[in-house]
């Protein structure tokens, strides 16, 4: 498994700001991934954090709105980017280590945008 | 077709009863299906997971079940626990994406 941590954990924001969401493992990972689970809610993938280059986002989310980065194999950062109450979301990194499909997950960055 | 989904979306179980939670999928090009605990304000848990090849899979009191032909898989907690009281999610991941896609969740409480 994999020991990951999330800063910070919960934030609250103005509208119209970013708040960028660090996350770091413990061990050199193959795959990141950054979810967002909105209040009640089932988790969705927002993108795929490659390391040394773009993020690959799924259908919804862009790149603009949700800028990432991979600049080593045991580090990430998601930000939200311009953020309206529609925002507050718990999101959520995770990790997949070499060769196998077992996501480990974060504690998650609890956000509130008022 | 990239839908999870999963049932039933609470559940009440007595203390040492046996929880079932079930999920059915459409696409054929999922091959990993893993489920989660979530206690509230954490992150989710892996707890067991299954390949399609497999038909059941046992670790401690969690049991997957999984039935290829009908496209659907469940989750059996057995000598169920308050200590179980949590939201568990099923999640299925495209083969050679490891991309997860989860159901939308069941949320469990098991009285003392």
């Known amino acids: 498994s994999a020991v990951i941590s999330q800063k910070p954990s919960r934030d609250i924001c103005q509208r119209g700001t970013s708040l960028t969401i660090q996350c770091q493992v413990d061990?050199?990972?193959?795959?990141m991934f950054w979810y967002r689970q909105q209040p009640g809610q089932s988790l969705t993938l927002i993108a795929t954090?490659?390391?040394?280059?773009?993020?690959?986002?799924e259908s919804g989310f862009v790149i603009d709105k949700f800028p990432i980065s991979r600049p080593n194999l045991t580090f990430s950062t998601l930000t939200v980017s311009n953020m309206s109450p529609e925002d507050s979301s718990i999101y959520l990194c995770?990790?997949?280590?070499?060769?196998?499909?077992?996501?480990?997950f974060g504690p998650g960055t609890r956000l509130t945008v008022t | 077709q990239q839908q999870v989904k999963q049932s039933p979306q609470s559940l009440i179980v007595q203390k040492g009863g046996i929880s079932i939670i079930n999920c059915a999928y459409e696409?054929?090009?999922?091959?990993?299906f893993p489920w989660y605990q979530q206690f509230p304000g954490k992150g989710p848990a892996l707890l067991i997971a299954?390949?399609?090849?497999?038909s059941e899979k046992k670790e401690g009191r969690f049991t997957i079940s999984f039935n290829k032909s009908a496209k659907q898989f469940s989750l059996h907690i057995m000598d169920s626990q308050p200590g179980d009281s949590a939201t568990y999610f099923c999640?299925?991941?495209?083969?050679?994406?490891?991309?997860?896609?989860f159901g939308t969740g069941t949320r469990l409480k098991v009285l003392a």
């Open positions: 995770s990790v997949s280590l070499a060769g196998t499909y077992e996501q480990y």
């Open positions: 061990s050199q990972v193959t795959m």
């Open positions: 954090a490659n390391q040394g280059s773009e993020a690959t986002y």
């Open positions: 696409n054929t090009a999922f091959d990993y």
């Open positions: 299954i390949r399609p090849d497999v």
């Open positions: 999640a299925a991941s495209i083969r050679g994406t490891y991309k997860y896609i």
